[in-house]
């Protein structure tokens, strides 16, 4: 029997609060990257502005809550929770996948947070392959459902190749998001689900006219370790092989820096340092999934609140310790990156990742 939809979602939830779902020896290599302090910064805390705009709506600091559910009543709990998180500090939600309520229209409740997040950047979620099968219209229904300002196209090969009944078949993909560039009327944000996006695939969006990309790399949340630990032989056996795959995060962003695509940076990103890091490497925005799910699973609303506002008073404090009053001022400060991270830069005029 095939395997309902909100079990699989329900289980995704249970094993990412309580399992090692993390990569082990890869890591972001956004400890790679170094900033030269400033001690005479001449600023004060309170002249530190996060402030920016983004997919057509003001964000009060560069921060995305990631998406990452839906299709059960906790994960209705969580979104509406999270929603209302991102909409009193300024910062932006995404929901997850939405094939379930695609499946089950009954299941849309669970994705539906514009009352919650009234102000704020929604952005809605949809899988390549499934949206291949969907007309333009059904895809633009799944974003009104959830008063979406933009609508992200998953990308997740790895993880379907693990999960019991996954997808095998990833033609088409391309040709697929070329087209919903062309008739949906809300923009695209394409991205990966934590093995990277590089700079080969970035201009191969860029082409089709893709404008924003989510890189999400590796070495936060394994999607082939959660679906290992959910599947039987042979897949169990090939997530251990793939266990850690992908492009790690920062080296991701260093790839498509000067690709002209706007970016956001996830997959690993834990602090405002993190985030600062991102953003000196050319992301526009930097988004968070796990630790803020279980900081919500731990303690409600008001943890996932504290958790964000620490990302928000680290973030500020970087800044004040480069002497950057605004964002644009951090994308600017000095930097020293690592041999590691360095080894991604193509040497040569050859093309790397």
Request: with cysteine.
């Amino acid at each position: 029997m095939a395997e309902a939809i909100s079990d699989r979602k329900q289980s995704h939830l249970t094993l990412c609060q309580e399992a090692d779902v993390e990569y082990t020896d890869t890591t972001t290599l956004l400890e790679e990257v170094a900033f030269v302090h400033d001690a005479l910064p001449e600023l004060a805390v309170d002249e530190v502005d996060l402030g920016t705009t983004f997919l057509g709506r003001c964000l009060r600091a560069p921060i995305l809550i990631s998406g990452m559910t839906g299709g059960t009543p906790e994960a209705r709990a969580i979104n509406q929770g999270l929603a209302q998180v991102a909409e009193e500090c300024g910062i932006g939600f995404g929901v997850g996948s939405q094939r379930a309520m695609q499946r089950q229209p009954e299941l849309a409740a669970t994705f539906e947070v514009r009352r919650h997040a009234p102000t704020t950047l929604v952005l809605a979620n949809i899988g390549v392959v499934q949206a291949t099968a969907l007309s333009t219209a059904e895809v633009e229904r799944l974003a009104r459902v959830v008063g979406a300002d933009a609508m992200c196209v998953h990308l997740n090969p790895a993880q379907e190749l693990i999960q019991p009944g996954g997808d095998r078949d990833f033609r088409g993909g391309l040709a697929t998001i070329a087209r919903l560039v062309r008739e949906l009327p809300v923009p695209i944000v394409v991205k990966e689900t934590g093995c990277g996006i590089s700079a080969r695939v970035g201009e191969r969006l860029a082409g089709i006219g893709v404008h924003t990309i989510d890189v999400s790399g590796a070495g936060g949340t394994s999607w082939v370790k959660v679906e290992g630990l959910r599947a039987e032989e042979p897949e169990r056996a090939l997530a251990a092989t793939l266990a850690e795959w992908g492009i790690p995060t920062a080296a991701a962003l260093l790839g498509l820096r000067d690709s002209g695509l706007d970016l956001i940076a996830s997959g690993g990103i834990r602090s405002g340092l993190d985030v600062a890091r991102a953003l000196a490497l050319g992301a526009r925005a930097a988004a968070v999934a796990l630790p803020v799910l279980r900081a919500y699973r731990e303690g409600g609303q008001a943890a996932a609140g504290r958790y964000v506002n620490g990302l928000l008073t680290s973030l500020r404090a970087v800044m004040v310790l480069t002497g950057s009053r605004d964002l644009a001022s951090l994308a600017r400060a000095p930097i020293v990156l690592g041999e590691r991270l360095r080894n991604w830069v193509p040497r040569g005029g050859g093309r790397g990742a």
